[in-house]
Nanobody, 113 residues
Framework: QVQLVESGGGLVQPGGSLTLSCAAS????????VNWFRQAPEKSRDFVAA???????TIRGFLEDRFTISRDNAKKTVYLQMNKLKPEDTAVYYC???????WGKGTLVTVSS
């Protein structure tokens, strides 16, 4: 059974940083692209970042200067490094293996003073 578990969310002040993790099990992780999405309260779930099986990253345009995506295949984990966080980054962050349409349950990021 394929499972994705997100972690690393929490409360952070504006301008702070967080690193989210997405740990996978039950899948050939090294062959899997992984996406990150986020969903703010009462808003749709939006694409944030992606990383291909060979490590090529894609970050949504307006987040490129603050967010970084990376992966560690030995740990079956994808990371989302978020810097200079803003209140509008507040959301539940989800990871996804797109070709299987498998999602994690999400981790909440709250940016507030």
């Amino acid at each position: 059974q394929v499972q994705l578990v997100e972690s690393g969310g929490g409360l952070v002040q504006p301008g702070g940083s967080l690193t989210l993790s997405c740990a996978a099990s039950g899948v050939m992780f090294s062959e899997s692209a992984v996406n990150w999405f986020r969903q703010a309260p009462e808003k749709s779930r939006d694409f944030v970042a992606a990383i291909t099986s060979d490590g090529t990253p894609t970050i949504r345009g307006f987040l490129e200067d603050r967010f970084t995506i990376s992966r560690d295949n030995a740990k079956k984990t994808v990371y989302l490094q978020m810097n200079k966080l803003k209140p509008e980054d507040t959301a539940v962050y989800y990871c996804q293996i797109p070709y299987m349409n498998v999602w994690g349950k999400g981790t909440l990021v709250t940016v507030s003073s």
